[in-house]
């Protein structure tokens, strides 16, 4: 069974960084692809990056581009999305997701396991 686990989610100052993690497990993820989204209250859960497993390829929106990097360890199993010069309406709670194949799939139906989410909140 998949379980996807994040972490590495707080409080930080507009202006700084963080570092998610994604913990994989339940099977190999060669060939998965490994997303990354956020949701704000009252808002719809948006897309902000994809890493292919086996490739390493990443895609990642414009709207987010230039601060948001997404990488992966696979001796450890593990994808990670760096935050850096975080803006208080980066705040949400941020979830990695993963379906198997693709990278430029930004929709949140087209995943199908879901971790259980990491807050992140961004004060000015």
């Known amino acids: 069974q998949v379980q996807l686990v994040e972490s590495g989610g707080g409080l930080v100052q507009a202006g700084g960084s963080l570092r998610l993690s994604c913990a994989a497990s339940?099977?190999?993820?060669?060939?998965?692809?490994m997303g990354w989204f956020r949701q704000a209250p009252g808002k719809e859960r948006d897309f902000v990056g994809s890493i292919n497993w086996t490739s390493g390829s990443t895609y990642t929106p414009d709207s987010v581009k230039g601060r948001f990097t997404i990488s992966r360890d696979n001796a450890k199993n593990t994808v990670y999305l760096q935050l850096n010069s975080l803006k208080p309406e980066d705040t949400a709670v941020y979830y990695c997701a993963a379906r198997i194949g693709g990278l430029y799939i930004s929709r949140s139906d087209d995943y199908r396991y879901w971790g259980q989410g990491t807050q992140v909140t961004v004060s000015s």
């Open positions: 339940g099977r190999t993820f060669a060939g998965y692809l």
